[in-house]
């Protein structure tokens, strides 16, 4: 379990204080009762593969790089989550095949990675720091995302999308792309909204959204993916 600290709770009407937020069976967000403390864990487990026949997985990491990521070490916790991923995953190397790309989201998004091993995607996601003033895309981020699974991905593999964030999207594209545009310090209905779009155009097997922080983030991610959902019958799943 990965412990995202937290030093303000978030407005969480009609909620208990101590809760499991279910958004797949892949994935639960728990707060502890005791403290602003948060598990988060991460399991993209799927049909078993054999050794004679490995299950192959292509596995988008969608992470935000805003600067609230770098408040109460939940960049270096989303560090740890995705290392502890990576190398539960490895430990089933007989049985599942795994690629992976890392595309992180600001004010823009930009690809990292092509398609590598664990090793190789946990090198640059440790590597990673974040500058002050950095907003959060959620429309670049989930084009940029479409963009790493338009290529490389293999036959006969399942496409899985895990994304992180742990707020609600401050900007969207510009008009005459590229840049970006928006309140920066809030959301807005064209902000949500292109966001929403972005994610009903992006196509793979399974999305699994992580909302760090919950309360009115987790509304966010759950409307958009909702909304992707029923635009393009994709599994949470």
Known sequence: YNKINETETPDRPNQPTDVDIKLSHEKYIKKHADSNTYDVTLNVSSRQGSKTNR???DIVLLLDVSSSMNKNNKLENSKNAI??????????????????R????????????????????????????????????YEDGLKKAATALSSG????????????????????????????????????????????????????????PVGIGLGNVQKMITGIIVYRIKAKNCSRM
């Open 83 to 100: 290392s502890e991923l990576v190398n539960a995953l490895n430990s089933k190397s007989d049985e599942v095949d795994v690629q992976y």
């Open 55 to 57: 299950k192959k997985m």
């Open 102 to 137: 890392l595309v992180t989201f600001g004010n823009t998004a930009e690809v990292k990675t092509g398609w590598v091993d664990g090793t190789r995607v946990n090198k640059t996601v440790s590597g990673i720091n974040i500058p002050e003033d950095v907003g959060t895309n």
């Open 153 to 208: 991905t293999r036959s006969g593999a399942e496409s899985i999308v895990i994304f992180l964030t742990d707020g609600m999207p401050t900007y969207r594209n510009k008009d005459s792309y590229p840049g970006y545009q928006g309140p920066g310090g809030s959301t807005s209905y064209e902000v949500y909204d292109a966001a929403k779009k972005a994610a009903a155009k992006l196509t793979c097997d399974r999305f699994i």
